[in-house]
């Protein structure tokens, strides 16, 4: 099995709204209402790829998950407590695995990825928030050393700060 993890182009978006759409299926079939047509959407795509901060994993030429990596904090985030020695800090956002390949260890692969990526950019943390109610996004992230930063209220309800410092 061959697995690369590379930077989204503007080429991938197609495949990237399917991998999308295919998570939102699965996340609505299990009860999660967190991902929904709002978000994330093809302009949310663009966005990402155009900031050239998206990275995807292929397997066998097959996109089967993505992550996002960059600087853009949510100003929900604000009333969390981050560390105090936490900056230059990073941000994770829409980290996903297609549901036909999840359990497979290839969010924790993503995620070491977008580690590296801010390491090499003198990240000294990452950020990210999760729904409450999405069980296996509420496990990984303390399973790879994340505290959690507290809880905001975002337009799809409760959603809990996590920060791992690098
Ligand atoms: C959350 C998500 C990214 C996890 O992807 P994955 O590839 O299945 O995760 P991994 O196989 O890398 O799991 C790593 C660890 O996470 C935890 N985990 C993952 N899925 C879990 C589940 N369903 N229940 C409990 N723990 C889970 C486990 O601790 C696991 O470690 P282990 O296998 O050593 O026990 C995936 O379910 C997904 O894409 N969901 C839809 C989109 C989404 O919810 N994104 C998160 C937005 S914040």
Redesign the pocket.
Same mark, same amino acid.
């Given at each position: 099995m061959t697995l690369i993890v590379c930077k989204a182009i503007s080429t991938d978006a197609t495949a990237l709204l399917r991998l999308v759409r295919d998570?939102v299926a699965?996340?609505r079939a299990a009860g999660?209402e967190?991902?929904d047509e709002v978000y994330p959407n093809a302009e949310t795509i663009a966005s990402d790829t155009e900031a050239g901060t998206m990275h995807i994993l292929n397997v066998e030429d097959t996109i089967i998950g993505s992550i996002t990596i960059d600087q853009n904090m949510d100003q929900m985030w604000l009333g969390m407590t981050w560390s105090a020695d936490s900056g230059p800090a990073f941000a994770v956002h829409r980290?996903?695995?297609h549901p036909t390949?999840?359990?497979?260890? /290839?969010?924790?692969?993503l995620m070491q990825h977008a580690e590296s990526v801010a390491r090499q950019q003198g990240g000294r943390s990452i950020r990210?928030d999760? /729904?409450l109610h999405?069980?296996?996004?509420m496990?990984?992230y303390p399973?790879l050393g994340y505290r959690r930063t507290g809880i905001a209220m975002m337009r799809k309800g409760e959603f809990v700060g996590f920060e791992k410092l690098l």
């Amino acid at each position: 099995m061959t697995l690369i993890v590379c930077k989204a182009i503007s080429t991938d978006a197609t495949a990237l709204l399917r991998l999308v759409r295919d998570c939102v299926a699965a996340m609505r079939a299990a009860g999660i209402e967190q991902w929904d047509e709002v978000y994330p959407n093809a302009e949310t795509i663009a966005s990402d790829t155009e900031a050239g901060t998206m990275h995807i994993l292929n397997v066998e030429d097959t996109i089967i998950g993505s992550i996002t990596i960059d600087q853009n904090m949510d100003q929900m985030w604000l009333g969390m407590t981050w560390s105090a020695d936490s900056g230059p800090a990073f941000a994770v956002h829409r980290l996903m695995v297609h549901p036909t390949q999840q359990d497979r260890g /290839f969010a924790k692969r993503l995620m070491q990825h977008a580690e590296s990526v801010a390491r090499q950019q003198g990240g000294r943390s990452i950020r990210l928030d999760t /729904f409450l109610h999405n069980p296996a996004a509420m496990a990984l992230y303390p399973h790879l050393g994340y505290r959690r930063t507290g809880i905001a209220m975002m337009r799809k309800g409760e959603f809990v700060g996590f920060e791992k410092l690098l």
